[in-house]
């Protein structure tokens, strides 16, 4: 029974893996982006919240209804002001500016909150579990992999059924056509990266809900993301999903046999995928 509930906490974790992934599989999808500063944000976020908690003293809950939109908003600045300008053939100009951006955001937040480590306090619901045949599976784990899965379907949606969505594409398969068509491809660059930033801030509150965070902390989600999201193949936004589950029931199937194991198991098990599927589980079927 041990084993069966290492592997539930292990899938309840690839949840909030896979939404530090879906951010990121969705601009890589969009722009061919690989954005080095997205754990840093998703820190960003998460001391948004704590000083939208602070300020107002409302729950973490409520403090998304405030953080996602300035997220987003952020977001589709950013990437208007900034980053549409590091764009092209060449992959180097955007690392350079994103690993920028990282260390300035690290550099900002440890000016404004020191090294202490915080945490949000989302009350009751932190300790909260319920008992299913004998594997106890806490409320909170649950509720952040019922998020990313509504997320994730809502992501597939926009992606694949919307208006928004066949911009998206239009830009990815071939920028300077949808240009020629109408479409201008800065204002949906912006739109993806807001769109992304907004997944970003949900994914921070419930980071800062489950454990403590500090501003030194955000390159290790960044790995997570990159993992989940070449796991379950680029550009596949389900996939991040599957990726996400599986680095998560590796860490915490390593933590059986040692604490210290469990980072490393979840290492392991991308490796071996990487291995074996170089695109991934489920890379996306260019047509």
Excluded: C
């Excluded at 939404?19 to 969009?30: E, H, P, Q, R, T």
């Excluded at 722009?31 to 948004?48: C, E, Q, S």
């Excluded at 790995?223 to 599986?246: D, H, P, Q, S």
């Amino acid at each position: 029974m041990e084993w069966i509930s290492a592997i539930v906490q292990g899938i309840l974790l690839g949840g909030l893996y896979a939404l530090f992934a879906a951010g990121l599989s969705l601009i890589f999808g969009v722009m061919r982006l690989v954005n080095i500063a997205h754990g840093d944000l998703i820190i960003f976020a998460a001391y948004m919240a704590l000083s939208t908690t602070m300020l107002l003293g409302v729950h973490p809950f409520v403090a998304v209804l405030i953080v996602v939109p300035l997220m987003a908003g952020l977001g589709y600045l950013l990437q208007r002001g900034l980053l549409n300008h590091t764009l092209g053939s060449d992959i180097l100009p955007p690392l350079l500016v994103t690993f920028g951006l990282s260390v300035i955001i690290q550099n900002a937040l440890l000016e404004v909150f020191t090294a202490d480590p915080r945490k949000l306090n989302g009350g009751p619901i932190e300790t909260a579990s319920i008992d299913l045949v004998g594997v106890g599976i806490g409320w909170l784990p649950l509720l952040t992999f019922a998020i990313a899965v509504g997320i994730i379907a809502g992501l597939q949606y926009i992606f694949y059924r919307t208006e928004l969505g066949r911009s998206f594409r239009a830009v990815s398969d071939n920028q300077d056509i949808a240009q020629l068509m109408g479409l201008n491809k800065a204002h949906i660059f912006g739109l993806a990266m807001a769109m992304a930033l907004a997944v970003v801030a949900v994914a921070g509150i419930l980071l800062g809900m489950r454990t403590s965070f500090d501003p030194a902390i955000g390159g290790g989600r960044l790995i997570f993301g990159f993992e989940a999201v070449i796991i379950g193949g680029l550009g596949n936004i389900w996939g991040t999903l599957a990726g996400g589950v599986i680095l998560g029931v590796a860490q915490t199937i390593g933590a059986k046999f040692d604490p210290g194991y469990q980072i490393l198991s979840g290492h392991i098990a991308f490796l071996l995928v990487l291995a074996v599927r170089p695109n991934g589980l489920f890379p996306r079927v260019e047509h």
